[in-house]
């Protein structure tokens, strides 16, 4: 892991990249080896139905790790990217593209980082037709990115 000298808020699996230059006063000096497991071994999904992630770039693994998981949540709310603010990270299209095999899609994003920002996916089967309907013209017309 890259630790950062921002009280961690920063740090990440992925090494750093954009972040690099759009944060100049934060460093990445010390790194760190650490335990990860998969999202399907640490949430018991009959419990919950709601993920609030933020991995620094690291999401679409650790989605990758929560198949069954993913079968049982309606509501995910995660970072997104739009540039590889970290080397190799995922960008929003590519969660758009994975969640939606889970049937989830994207309503609402904001970019408050410039280059990175958060995504609310919901369930498709838990919006309304009409929701569903505005959803598939924007998607159809490339306006809900």
């Keep these: 892991m890259y630790i950062d000298s921002n009280n961690q808020a920063s740090s990440s699996l992925l090494k750093p990249k954009v972040h690099l230059t759009q944060y100049p006063h934060i460093k ?5 080896v650490i335990k990860i497991d998969k999202l399907d071994n640490v949430i018991n999904s009959n419990k919950y139905n709601f993920i609030n992630m ?12 929560g198949g069954d998981c993913l079968n049982n ?68 017309l490339n306006l809900n990115k």
């Design 28 to 32: 990445f000096e010390k790194e760190s």
């Design 54 to 65: 933020d991995v620094q770039g690291y999401e679409l693994e650790a989605l990758k790790g």
């Design 73 to 140: 949540i309606d509501y995910i709310k995660t970072e997104v990217n739009r540039d590889e603010v970290f080397d190799g990270c995922a960008r929003i299209e590519e969660l758009d593209e994975f969640l939606l095999n889970y049937g989830f899609i994207r309503v609402e994003a904001t970019w408050d980082g410039v280059t990175w920002g958060d995504a609310f996916y919901i369930k498709k089967m838990k919006l309304s037709n009409r929701r569903k309907l505005n959803w598939k013209i924007k998607r159809i």
